[in-house]
């Protein structure tokens, strides 16, 4: 853009990777031919006669008079300024105009994109163009016109991407004309020095690619894909293109024999179709090569298959399925769960019988359309559609507070808006800005409300608390990932349901281990401004030894360390008895028997083992012998200190003695209704310890006798229905 616009300078050719890539039309020329002088104001002008023809085909009835008027504007406004190329600066506009117009983007994106560098670089105004061309068209050029450095020193860039990214917002479009205007200048870098080249190849790898990636338009994407390619791995890119040529030199294609027989098979089926060859752009089979080793004929494109219904495309799959060989690995439906960039296809893989394996893409011919332009073969997505059914997201229910569905403002979108608006600084957002891009891809988790949070992959229930709550998110105390208590560093899966629990404390805090796993923008951000809210006067250490590092986990059961030494030995609960007299103390005790004659036995109360678990002994001073959970963590901790292990097993009274912690919410009554409750499965309680309330979180310590230990889960299954009651575990071991 501005970088591009500067006095008549001497013409220098388009040098390296760069000259390989060229407009399909020789802009130079017609910028040339415009320069000539301005054509009768009763007729588009001949240099853009192209960019209507190119508009027409997806547009025929489209009006041409708005790009008359801004091709008028932008020639007179331009001329006499320069590219570095020695170019008129007006064929990059121009270029940018014909890239959008081949993808199907309607006239107002056409118009703003020849008008898009007007403010920037020359004496039009915003006024100007806004009342010349209206308000949409002045939005979509002040979304892309750059800040001044002059005004924002170093910040000028990230803050230009942030105002643009906030316009997007309310107009993808702004989106879609940056990404064509950065595909052109990419196409002719090789004019800048290669220090330049190499920072502006990084920016578009590091942030306009993703976008790309995540407006769905492909036919962008590939391309500038391979020109950072070229510029910042060159002896890969060069290696890479070698393959490329020597196998377009092959004297047999089987890609091309595959086709014959796919659509042979497709015409004895009677299913219209259209079978062609996409070949790999040169980063995919630089990827395929890295993923495969040595490279095969078909591994150079893949079949694309293209009908006119939905049903026909499973109408292909099945006949490839039942006529081909499969690879039943390979198949992805994103017809039936499109990806979150509005993508659509299904993919597939034949094997020939040779081995080579031949991927399959079978769409309809919109979804290619959309495959390919994404959100800018929407046309203009605000136009209020004739049937309000038809409404992007209006079949589909979502509340405010749902993950977006609107093509207009996909639910990633809204996210960075979210999180941008609470960056502190320039450089916070552009690092973070680069981070959150980098994840590429996304992931549904459900709520038991029925609701959906979209998250990127890698997101992890403290992410999810951020995104459905926001900064209320302080006060969550645990979560459940599909019916089970987990920890808030639980990483999640594509269709994972979370429940979050949450405390009514409103002074609640984060813990900063938190931080370590917060892996979206959002998370991050409100943590962080939390701490930096709230400083901490105490060392690592002491957070440590506080128990701030268990805050990571709230929800689970954060148990005293207990150390099996001569000293602790003797403080723990559990029966207690000899293998010469297995007769517990109490009746319908549990009997342990030891393979060591004359020790006494205690049931360890790190692990509190019952029947029927899988134990182990140890024996420690004074003849006592341990007895724990061959899971439990201090077995390996007893081994690694030396004790000798002891055989033991279960003897065949089948009544026990365990120790279970409860956690809950605080509520009036609810001691006498766990107690209750605990009762009715005829556990007796031998003792039972409440400690006092922490951030609205109860926890209790209850060691009961049960005259059949076939009873414990029907127990601990009748404490956690319990209203309040949230989590029951046994004594266990931290780490265990």
């Known amino acids: ?243 490329i040529v020597d196998n377009a030199a092959r004297a047999d294609d089987p890609l091309a024999e595959i086709a014959d027989e796919v659509r042979g098979v497709l015409r004895e089926a009677g299913i219209p179709a259209e079978v062609v060859i996409r070949p790999r752009h040169f980063v995919s089979v630089h990827r395929t090569a890295r993923k495969r080793g040595r490279l095969r004929g078909a591994d150079f494109g893949r079949l694309l298959v293209l009908v006119g219904e939905d049903a026909d495309c499973y109408a292909v799959l099945g006949e490839l399925h039942t006529c081909m060989t499969p690879v039943v690995s390979e198949f992805k439906d994103f017809i039936a769960v499109p990806k979150f960039n ?92 680069r981070e959150d891009l980098a994840q590429d891809r996304e992931i549904t988790v459900f709520r038991p409300d029925g609701g959906t949070l979209g998250l990127p992959e890698g997101a992890t229930c403290v992410d999810a608390a951020y995104a459905q709550y926001g900064e209320d998110a302080h006060a969550c105390l645990g979560a459940r990932v599909n019916g089970r208590l987990a920890t808030l560093s639980t990483v999640l899966k594509d269709g994972d349901t979370v429940q979050l629990l949450m405390g009514q404390d409103p002074a609640a805090e984060p813990s900063k281990e938190w931080l370590e796993h917060a892996h979206t923008p959002a998370a991050r951000i409100a943590i962080q401004r939390w701490i930096a809210t709230h400083p901490s006067h105490e060392t690592p250490e002491e957070i440590v030894e506080r128990g701030g590092a268990a805050g990571m986990t709230r929800g689970t059961t954060e148990e005293p360390p207990v150390a099996d030494t001569p000293d602790s030995v003797g403080r723990v609960t559990a029966e207690s008895q000899t293998s010469d007299n297995p007769a517990a103390d109490h009746p319908g005790a549990a009997v342990v028997l030891v393979d060591q004659p004359g020790a006494t036995v205690r049931l360890a109360g790190c692990c509190t083992p019952v029947p029927p678990d899988e134990i182990t002994g140890f024996a420690v001073r004074g003849g006592v012998v341990t007895v724990h959970r061959v899971e439990c963590a201090a077995v390996e901790r007893m081994k690694s200190v030396g004790r000798t292990e002891v055989g033991v097993r279960w003897g065949d009274t089948a009544g026990c003695r365990v120790t279970l912690f409860a956690e809950s919410f605080g509520r009036p009554h609810l001691l006498a209704d766990l107690t209750e409750a605990m009762a009715g499965e005829g556990a007796e309680i031998v003792s039972a310890t409440v400690e006092p309330p922490s951030q609205q979180r109860v926890r209790h310590t209850y060691t009961v006798q049960l005259p059949d230990a076939a009873r414990l889960p029907s127990l601990m299954r009748a404490m956690r229905n319990v209203a309040g009651v949230y989590d029951v575990s046994r004594a266990q071991t931290p780490g265990a």
Request: a negative charge.
């Open 342 to 433: 509005l993508y659509q296809s299904l993919h597939t893989a034949v094997a020939r019988g040779d081995g080579q394996v031949v991927e399959v893409l079978i769409r309809t011919h919109q979804m290619h359309k959309v495959a390919e332009a994404g959100v800018v073969a929407l046309g203009n997505p605000y136009a209020p559609p004739s049937d309000p059914s038809e409404a992007p997201g209006a079949s589909t229910g979502a509340g405010a507070d749902e993950e977006r569905v609107d093509p207009t403002r996909p639910g990633w979108l809204s996210r960075l808006l979210d999180w941008q608006a609470a960056a502190p600084d320039a450089d916070t957002f552009w690092s973070t800005l």
């Open 1 to 243: 853009m501005s970088a591009e616009a500067t006095n008549p300078a001497t013409p220098g050719p388009v040098t390296g990777a760069a000259a390989r890539w060229r407009a399909r039309i020789d802009l130079r020329r017609l910028g040339r031919a415009a320069l000539l002088g301005p054509a009768a104001r009763d007729r588009l002008p001949d240099a853009i006669g192209h960019v209507a023809e190119a508009h027409r085909a997806h547009h025929p009835d489209a009006d041409l008079e708005p790009l008359r008027r801004a091709w008028v504007l932008a020639e007179s406004s331009h001329r006499g300024q320069m590219r570095k190329s020695g170019e008129p600066y007006i064929t990059h506009p121009l270029a940018v105009t014909l890239i959008l117009a081949e993808l199907g983007a309607e006239t107002t994106t056409l118009t703003a994109s020849l008008l898009h560098d007007t403010v920037e670089d020359t004496e039009v105004t915003l006024d100007q163009v806004g009342e010349e061309f209206g308000a949409e068209v002045r939005f979509l050029v002040d979304g892309v016109t750059k800040l001044e450095k002059v005004d924002y020193g170093a910040a000028a860039e990230p803050e230009t991407f942030r105002k643009m990214l906030v316009a997007t917002g309310n107009d993808v479009r702004v989106m879609s004309i940056k990404l064509a205007d950065r595909l052109h200048n990419m196409r002719t870098l090789g004019v800048m020095r290669p220090e330049k080249q190499a920072r502006i190849a990084k920016v578009t790898r590091d942030v306009l690619i993703p976008l790309a990636e995540r407006l769905g338009v492909q036919a962008l994407k590939t391309e500038l894909e391979d020109l950072v390619f070229a510029i910042l791995h060159p002896e890969e890119y060069e290696h890479t293109r070698e393959l």
